[in-house]
């Protein structure tokens, strides 16, 4: 019971903390505030199992998490994928359609450069509710498949039971009934939320044909950065990502010398 409440406290501070507090340097000591407190929480308090969740979590599995955020805030920091849009054209497909394929089924963290990216735009269509339309781009989009199983995961773990015993293949898309359904009612729920929050719906190829990245070659460079991001956590393992990722964010932050501030 005292570590449930104690992860409603920490999950409250940081999403209080991502949402009100602006300054950057006040973030970050926030945060590393929080994450001495568990370390030393769990290392005092804890006992032999907890001993080895630290070492797995902080030695083993975050050495290696690390590196895939880090690219991603590089791409954003660098503006590497700011659009422009015609006037007179959305981005409600764009939200819609492209934002959550990016953000399930390529990384949750591809949605920091690009949400950075549209919030201009959104500010120039929306002054009055950008930033409700941008969170929940953001909530949709980084927890789709999350938010659309949530209510699927005891059939889908009874199934996976059954085709385990059996000794059948688990597949995460399949069956048909056992995911699908969730998702597509998410998805559809997602653009009512849209519509609701004002998002103009317009012609769809009209639109997508009217957003142009600020910079081709920018657009070019960060997704160079991302393919690298998709190899790493697709075909490497174990410290592979980390050193792999390493050497491209050292060349990243190096190539930053080349860009405007």
Not at 36 to 59: D, K, N, R, S
Not at 156 to 166: D, S, Y
Not at 189 to 201: I, N, P, S
């Given at each position: ?62 050495p ?25 054209v ?64 005891p ?34 729920l ?32 960060g ?39």
């Amino acid at each position: 019971m005292l570590y449930l409440i104690c992860a409603v406290l920490v999950l409250s501070v940081i999403v209080l903390t991502s949402l009100f507090v602006e300054r950057l340097k006040r973030k970050v000591a926030i945060f590393l505030g929080i994450g001495a407190t568990t370390v030393g929480g769990l290392w005092v308090f804890g006992g032999e199992q907890e001993h080895h969740v630290l070492h797995h979590v902080y030695i083993v599995d975050y050495p290696q998490f690390i590196m895939v955020p880090l690219a991603t805030v590089l791409i954003a920091c660098l503006a590497l994928f700011a659009v422009r849009v015609k006037d007179g054209v959305g981005v409600a497909w764009f939200m819609l359609l492209l934002c959550p394929l990016a953000g399930n089924f390529a990384t949750t963290w591809s949605l920091v450069p690009i949400g950075l990216s549209l919030t201009p735009v959104l500010k120039r269509l929306y002054p009055d509710r950008w930033f409700r339309i941008l969170l929940a781009v953001c909530i949709f989009s980084m927890n789709m498949l999350a938010l659309g199983t949530l209510a699927a995961d005891p059939p889908q773990a009874l199934w996976a039971v059954k085709a385990a015993v059996a000794g059948k293949p688990l597949g995460f898309f399949f069956p048909w009934m056992q995911f699908w359904p969730y998702i597509l009612i998410t998805w559809a729920l997602y653009g009512v939320t849209l519509a609701r929050f004002g998002v103009r719906f317009h012609s769809p190829l009209r639109e997508l044909a009217g957003i142009r990245p600020a910079q081709w070659w920018k657009a070019g460079y960060g997704i160079a950065i991302a393919a690298c991001v998709s190899y790493a956590i697709t075909f490497l393992v174990g410290y592979q990502v980390t050193i792999f990722l390493g050497i491209v964010c050292l060349i990243v932050a190096l190539s930053s010398l080349c860009f405007d501030h």
